[in-house]
């Protein structure tokens, strides 16, 4: 079977991802980070939630960053900027897993429909 890791959380670098993609892991976590450029593939996601373990897609564990950097460009101090991404973060975690729960789809399917309708909605508030 390969490889186990038995630890609660994990927050996957290149060659685990590559594990991943392959959908033959042993991780026992509960709970998967994606990062940046290096992302679960749907079907390695599909099978982590098989598992009963919760991959929540890089588009809300890079948030912060942009968040951050959005904020900066406001001059806003950084106690006001950990604020913000906290938040932030916090607010939309919660609403991509419950809009995942309600419509039985992964998170990242959810979290993309979320982020599509946001767009669509400031394009025409902005008349695009």
Not at 37 to 50: G, I, S, W
Not at 85 to 93: A, H, L, P
Not at 98 to 110: D, F, S, T, Y
Request: proline letters at 5%; glycine letters at 6%; aromatic letters at 4%.
């Amino acid at each position: 079977m390969g490889e186990q890791w038995d630890i609660p959380y994990d927050v996957p670098g290149p060659m685990k991802v590559l594990h991943l993609h392959s959908a033959r892991a042993g991780l026992r976590a509960k709970l998967v980070l994606q990062r940046a450029n290096v992302p679960a593939t749907e079907k390695a996601e599909q099978r982590l939630q098989e598992k009963a373990t919760l991959s929540v897609p890089d588009i809300i564990t890079n948030a912060g960053g942009m968040i951050a950097a959005a904020l900066g460009h406001e001059k806003k101090s950084g106690t006001e900027a950990f604020e913000a991404v906290s938040t932030c973060i916090c607010k939309n975690t919660k609403l991509i897993l419950e809009e995942a729960m309600h419509g039985k789809v992964l998170p990242r399917i959810a979290a993309s429909a979320i982020a599509r309708e946001r767009v669509t909605h400031a394009m025409k508030y902005r008349e695009y």
